[in-house]
């Protein structure tokens, strides 16, 4: 199992520009979540999808940023455009099943920096 | 929304020294979850918790989910090196979404 796969793991971006970050979720899980981390606001979900369905989207700071998951192995976050506040590392995890009380597994995170 | 307090911030502690943290919230939830994240990883899940008052552990650490469903603590006992990173916990709501602490540091000097 080669766990939650995230790319790319380095991203240096102008303010400006538009980023996507991509997630590889573990074969059969069911459920995606896209994480933000920062030394301020510590982890927060920024959004998290069911079987391919997008089920909670508050987390996302405003409209720059989208999450889509075309299929059940990939998804990808963009943020457009990007801002110096958007500098953080983004982590996408997933979890077997919707109604089952099983921990995340994390992917190795997006360090992000927007100059 | 939901918060989590989690303490300390950090801990400087020498090595076999057993170490405690807690994470406590005004709201409750139905798993508690402990992490650990070591520099440029994601978390590391070490120990779920399923039941008010459970008690689980895994090789030295302990940790066990409240009475109240309101908070959970960790322990670490005789630490190592190895055991230095930032160690999260986090509750399931019962609407799904798993609400993390703000973090424990832990430094362990040899």
């Known amino acids: 199992d080669a766990g939650v796969i995230q790319s790319p793991r380095h991203e240096v971006t102008e303010m400006g520009q538009e980023v996507t970050l991509r997630c590889k979720p573990i074969?059969?899980?069911?459920?995606l979540f896209w994480y933000r981390q920062t030394m301020m606001r510590g982890l927060e979900l920024l959004i998290y999808?069911?079987?391919?369905?997008?089920?909670?989207d508050s987390g996302m700071p405003e409209d720059r940023f989208s999450a889509k998951m075309p299929n059940a192995s990939f998804s990808t976050l963009k943020i457009q455009p990007s801002e110096p506040r958007d500098s953080a590392v983004y982590f996408c995890?997933?979890?077997?099943?919707?109604?089952?009380?099983?921990?995340?597994?994390f992917g190795s995170g997006t360090r992000l920096t927007v100059v | 929304g939901q918060q989590l307090n989690q303490s300390p911030q950090s801990m400087f502690i020498q090595e076999g020294e057993d170490v405690s943290m807690n994470c406590t919230s005004s709201?409750?939830?139905?798993?508690w979850l402990w992490y650990k994240q070591e520099p440029g990883e994601g978390p590391v899940l070490l120990i779920a918790?399923?039941?008010?008052?459970e008690l689980t552990s895994n090789g030295r650490l302990t940790a066990q989910f409240g009475i109240t469903r309101k908070d959970s603590f960790l322990n670490i006992s005789a630490s190592i090196p190895s055991d230095v990173g930032i160690y999260f916990c986090?509750?399931?709501?019962?609407?799904?979404?798993?609400?993390f602490g703000q973090g424990t540091e832990l430094s362990v000097k040899p």
């Open positions: 995890a997933s979890r077997p099943g919707q109604g089952m009380d099983y921990g995340y597994t």
């Open positions: 074969s059969g899980h069911n459920s």
């Open positions: 999808f069911n079987n391919n369905v997008p089920i909670d």
């Open positions: 709201s409750i939830f139905n798993t």
């Open positions: 918790l399923y039941k008010a008052g």
């Open positions: 986090a509750g399931r709501n019962q609407g799904g979404k798993l609400i």
